[in-house]
């Protein structure tokens, strides 16, 4: 990942404003002493997603390790409907409906 500009504490003080506004429409700002990352201040949408996200790919893993302790292994197929699933570019029920149409369920 590439980090974007860093600003420092002293302009991101002076600037907060502007700063909350930016990081509003979308943008983190990274801020650090001497310019190095130290923390990301994001809008709660991002951190919302973040966190659902986390939370998406924390339930496929414990769903994957309790299939995998009974023995089984999913299908290649099963694996990429999981995997968009944990990223978040499908719902469960899609997925769901997709394996229902795949395997005349």
Do not use: N, W
């Not at 003080?13 to 801020?31: C, D, M, N, S, Y």
């Not at 923390?39 to 949408?45: A, I, N, P, Q, T």
Request: glycine share 4%; hydrophobic share 50%.
């Amino acid at each position: 990942m590439v980090v974007p500009e860093v600003l420092s504490v002293r302009e991101f003080r002076a600037g907060l404003a502007a700063t909350i506004a930016r990081v509003a429409k979308g943008a983190p700002a990274f801020v650090g002493a001497h310019r190095k990352p130290e923390v990301v201040v994001m809008s709660v949408e991002q951190y919302e997603a973040l966190v659902r996200s986390a939370r998406q790919r924390e339930a496929v893993a414990e769903a994957l390790a309790s299939v995998r302790a009974e023995g089984l292994e999913p299908s290649l197929d099963a694996l990429e409907l999981l995997e968009k699933i944990a990223a978040g570019q499908l719902e469960e029920d899609e997925a769901i409906e997709i394996l229902r149409a795949r395997y005349q369920l």
